[in-house]
């Protein structure tokens, strides 16, 4: 059985950083569709980064150039960095590995594909 557990989310001040990670039993970070997205109460759910089959990284334009990602294959986890967090990164953050079609672009993928964390709490205040 695959389990996705996240873990690092918290509250934190604008401008601030987190370092979300999401562990894998059942299931190995490899050259596979990963990622991150996140849903804030009331919106849609949102992609954040994935990690194509192609090795190919594709963040959304509203956290590239202050987030990364990063798989460690010894302790089979998948981590995103975030920098500079803004009150509008305020969301639930999920970990999802194989799923279908593999796009940041959440609104296409298909909410019964792939395996799913039950996510971690982002709250950023101003």
């Known amino acids: 059985q695959v389990q996705l557990v996240e873990s690092g989310g918290g509250s934190v001040q604008a401008g601030g950083s987190l370092r979300l990670s999401c562990a894998a039993s059942?299931?190995?970070?490899?050259?596979?569709?990963m990622g991150w997205f996140r849903q804030a109460p009331g919106k849609e759910r949102e992609g954040v980064v994935v990690?194509?089959?192609?090795?190919?990284?594709t963040f959304a334009d509203s956290v590239k150039g202050r987030s990364s990602i990063t798989v460690d294959s010894t302790k089979n986890t998948l981590a995103l960095e975030m920098n500079s967090l803004k009150p509008e990164d305020s969301a639930m953050y999920y970990c999802?590995?194989?799923?279908?079609?593999?796009?940041?672009?959440?609104?296409?993928?298909?909410?019964?594909?792939?395996?799913w964390g039950q996510g971690t709490q982002v709250t950023v205040s101003s």
């Open positions: 059942g299931y190995t970070f490899s050259s596979n569709c």
């Open positions: 990690i194509g089959r192609d090795g190919r990284t």
């Open positions: 999802a590995a194989e799923f279908w079609p593999c796009t940041v672009v959440a609104g296409l993928v298909r909410s019964d594909s792939g395996y």
